[in-house]
């Protein structure tokens, strides 16, 4: 015999008893640790509805909890009972009767009893949070600020109405922060989805009908949102970066853009002129042109990214993103712009870089 030390089995078999006990427990406590690490690290960050900054999103993470919680005691019963069923019984056959009796208490019990109570419980939490996302009137009458946001294949229309005038954007959401804003969202071409993890749940753009949601940031912050329903092969790379700032900041960027476009500089005529005649009809650029196909660029070199979150907006990147496009998100709506020299798009994207109002 080898090295490995048999013991003496049931009914007098040698068997391998394995690692000891301590050590198969502690090796399971191991592994647990691991994949809780791993799982929880995917808890925070600018995406996580575990990290709420907003009451919308603090209610959604409080179900989220207790769904967790309660469903995981009701798995660990179901576990229980299921290795329960295992063990030997000492206990004599049950007879007909009473077998057909435990029978019905299992179906009433397991089946009806326990789905029932913990469909109700789920209700209880579930229905008022749902009821708190709507966009209900305050209890004050005031009406909170409206944020129109489009989804297209594939980035974000963003407009903000205003009897003051209205402000487009794109990819690129500033809102207020401490105050309550209504979202009325609508898809242009097929059904996307608004989410904003951390500030509450998310909502379907569907074409033709406005859906209404109700967020808001507790402080200053920016924030991930993502598209959230499968809408074709780039719906990875509609990504929207979201910042909320203080509410008289947040006037100031909407005055800003209200304004008159700045004095373009003699050294960007040329490409002012490419624009024009290239992408006018499909893009606007406030005082330029009025295209409105694509994004609105008026302030395109204030933005965070490009191509909603396929590139970080910095130094070059315009004409990085004019020149290979079509390479970083293929398929994407704009035609390529292989007919122009290069030295024509590092032109218009150094003029695009000068839009930030
Ligand atoms: Cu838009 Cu997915």
Redesign the pocket.
């Known amino acids: 015999m080898g090295g490995v030390p048999l013991s003496e089995g049931r009914g007098g078999r040698r068997v391998n008893p394995g690692p000891p006990r301590r050590a198969r427990l502690e090796g399971a406590g191991g592994a647990l640790a691991v994949a809780l690490t791993m799982g929880l690290a995917g808890c925070s960050g600018s995406h996580s509805i575990l990290a709420p900054a907003g009451p919308a999103a603090r209610d959604v993470a409080w179900l989220w909890w207790g769904m967790l919680i309660g469903f995981g005691l009701v798995f660990l019963a179901v576990v229980g009972l299921w290795l329960a069923a295992f063990r030997p019984r000492d206990r004599a056959e049950p007879g007909p009767g009473q077998e057909r009796r435990l029978g019905l208490g299992w179906i009433l019990g397991g089946g009806i009893l326990l789905p029932g109570v913990s469909i109700l419980v789920l209700l209880a939490f579930g229905v008022p949070t749902g009821q708190r996302l709507l966009p209900l009137p305050l209890p004050g009458g005031e009406a909170p600020r409206v944020i129109e946001v489009t989804?297209?294949?594939?980035w974000w229309e963003v407009r903000y109405p205003d009897e003051a005038g209205e402000v487009v954007t794109a990819n690129h959401l500033v809102m207020p922060a401490g105050e309550p804003v209504d979202f009325h969202v609508i898809?242009a071409d097929?059904?996307?989805?608004f989410w904003v993890p951390r500030l509450g749940g998310k909502i379907d753009?569907i074409p033709g009908r406005i859906n209404r949601i109700r967020l808001e940031a507790d402080a200053p912050g920016v924030f991930g949102a993502q598209?959230?329903?499968?809408?074709?092969v780039q719906?990875?790379h509609?990504q929207l970066h979201l910042e909320a700032v203080p509410p008289e900041d947040f006037e100031a960027w909407l005055a800003a853009r209200r304004g008159p476009p700045p004095a373009p500089a003699d050294e960007h005529a040329l490409a002012r002129d490419t624009f024009t005649e290239q992408c006018a009809s499909c893009h606007r650029v406030a005082g330029l042109s009025q295209g409105d196909v694509g994004p609105d660029l008026t302030d395109i070199g204030a933005r965070a990214t490009l191509g909603a979150g396929t590139l970080a907006m910095e130094k070059g990147a315009i004409a990085r993103w004019l020149a290979e496009h079509q390479r970083l998100k293929p398929g994407n709506r704009m035609p390529a712009h292989d007919h122009l020299a290069p030295e024509a798009l590092e032109a218009l994207g150094a003029w695009l870089e000068t839009l930030r109002p």
């Open positions: 989804g297209h294949q594939w898809g097929v059904i996307h989805a753009m598209c959230a329903e499968y809408c074709g719906h990875a509609m």
